[in-house]
């Protein structure tokens, strides 16, 4: 009726054929490119590859989310759903500044980049969507409006700056080799005050875990990954029968207690040599905008030397002798498929406690792992040989990585290509990759825990997993937890962590 008011059934039907139209558009798109591909393969095309840097600067006009403050806004970039970038969080602001880069090898010149920006809620288990963006990946700098997805009406949110490098790709495997994360190398230490508190713990170490995105996997290892071992018993209790999805349930909660994202976290870039004797000895490195912080302060510090503990006023006031020296220790790692990241906590870390397996805590329970194992680094003469009375600046350390995992038992045969890739990722060190029944890796291994234990003031117990009398475990509290986030949100469905990018 004329001027009069629209009839509500027929309003909803129009929104809803609306929606339908704009769905089915954005389906049909993502057909149609499918198409060129399929076109171009089955035409024998010669497809052109680009190596990408994308520098994301920043974002302005962000609209005001939380009822205190304003936001705390993130963005998630995806190239063709192959590779995904998730960055930091810039707490309380509607003008971010990231400055932070996303270097991609064999990149095809047709890939699209969308930008999805979202709002931080800590706490819950989902974060609030502010909008998103896509763009073509052609060289040079873009100013992009941020869309509120979902909606019929373009209702602009902001506008987001990012500059992006391309140049030809000069790799003959390119067409083999597609989307190949080339840093820089991010890394993450996830530090819970819950897990603290289920250990009774002062030492940050024994309940902190560690990511870092390292580069050029696949290039390495192919597409090979490594399964679960059907022969290891408790293999079997978390992958196998009715009883494993509870098995599974526990250790995925763990885990997602281990790595939550919190304000605790620290992270940093390593862009050189010094940046990895500074992470893995010392734990002082650069900070995602590329720029250095003073030594022995920022968000890798006390990473893994002696001495870091959840308490900093109590730290100062117990100061161990050796808490600026190397510590002789041991670690359990995974590099997981879904992301390719290096994860790794000390082997003796008390959260291991009752889990059947620590190399599926740390993979959360995922069938297959790129490789797995333990670490631990050492002056090139060995623990043995080793003296206090030389600085750890005049050492040439060294890592000596295995493949000691029952889980997932991988392959010694992919050993020399594990070799490369770390030599590739830490330029500068000296790399030992040795099966789990190599007598060299076990007389290294045992002089390294000798070592920490008469000269570094370790103690036996924290060699190995352990809980006191009363304490809870945490697979204790995460059995009580089940799938509810923990410490402020879950990771992404890829394990995402703040600045870190994620293979899919």
């Not at 896509?134 to 602009?156: D, L």
């Not at 006031?317 to 002789?328: G, L």
């Amino acid at each position: 009726m004329p001027g009069g008011r629209r009839n509500p059934i027929q309003m909803s039907q129009i929104l809803g054929t609306l929606h339908n139209t704009v769905s089915r558009a954005k389906v049909e798109a993502k057909e149609a490119k499918g198409r060129a591909a399929a076109f171009m393969d089955d035409h024998h095309v010669e497809r052109t590859f680009v190596d990408l840097t994308i520098k994301f600067i920043g974002a302005s006009g962000l609209p005001k989310m939380d009822v205190v403050g304003t936001a705390d806004p993130y963005f998630v970039a995806k190239l063709d759903d192959k590779l995904t970038f998730v960055s930091t969080v810039k707490p309380n602001t509607l003008a971010p500044v990231w400055n932070e880069l996303w270097k991609i090898k064999n990149v095809p010149s047709t890939a699209t980049l969308i930008v999805e920006v979202n709002d931080k809620d800590v706490g819950n288990i989902t974060d609030d969507h502010i909008g998103t963006f896509s763009t073509s990946i052609t060289h040079g700098a873009k100013e992009c409006a941020i869309e509120s997805a979902g909606s019929i009406r373009r209702n602009s949110r902001g506008t987001f700056w990012l500059n992006i490098d391309s140049t030809p790709s000069t790799d003959p495997k390119a067409e083999r080799r597609q989307y190949i994360f080339d840093g820089p190398i991010r890394f993450s230490r996830h530090f819970s005050p819950t897990i603290g508190r289920l250990t009774n713990l002062n030492d940050a170490r024994l309940y902190s875990t560690w990511k870092l995105y390292i580069k050029g996997v696949r290039m390495f290892f192919g597409d090979t990954v490594q399964h679960w071992n059907r022969s290891y018993k408790a293999a079997q209790a978390i992958f196998q029968g009715p009883a494993s999805i509870a098995v599974r349930s526990t250790i995925q909660a763990g885990h997602r207690m281990l790595y939550a994202r919190t304000t605790t976290n620290g992270f940093g870039v390593i862009e050189g040599p010094e940046d990895v004797f500074r992470l893995l000895l010392h734990g002082s490195v650069g900070k995602p905008d590329g720029t250095t912080p003073s030594p022995g302060v920022g968000p890798a510090a006390g990473l893994i030397h002696l001495g870091a503990t959840a308490n900093t006023t109590a730290a100062a006031a117990n100061a161990s002798p050796f808490e600026n020296r190397v510590k002789p220790a041991v670690y359990t790692y995974v590099i997981a498929v879904e992301d390719d990241s290096f994860r790794f906590s000390e082997t003796g870390a008390a959260f291991f406690v009752d889990f059947a397996s620590k190399h599926a805590l740390h993979a959360n329970c995922a069938q297959t792992v790129r490789y797995s194992g333990e670490f631990h680094p050492r002056p090139a003469c060995g623990w043995d040989k080793f003296s206090d009375d030389t600085p750890d600046q005049a050492v040439q350390w060294e890592l000596v990585i295995d493949n000691n995992s029952g889980t997932y038992s991988p392959d010694p045969l992919m050993l020399p290509d594990l070799k490369e890739l770390l030599e590739y990722n830490f330029p500068g060190f000296t790399i030992h990759a040795w099966d789990r029944n190599d007598p060299r890796l076990s007389h290294s291994r045992d002089a390294c825990r000798a070592y920490a234990l008469e000269h570094r003031g370790v103690r036996q117990e924290e060699l190995q997993p352990h809980v006191a009398e009363g304490q809870e475990t945490l697979s204790q509290s995460a059995r009580a937890h089940g799938a509810e986030s923990v410490d402020g949100g879950v990771e992404g469905t890829a394990g995402t962590t703040v600045g870190e990018p994620v293979e899919h």
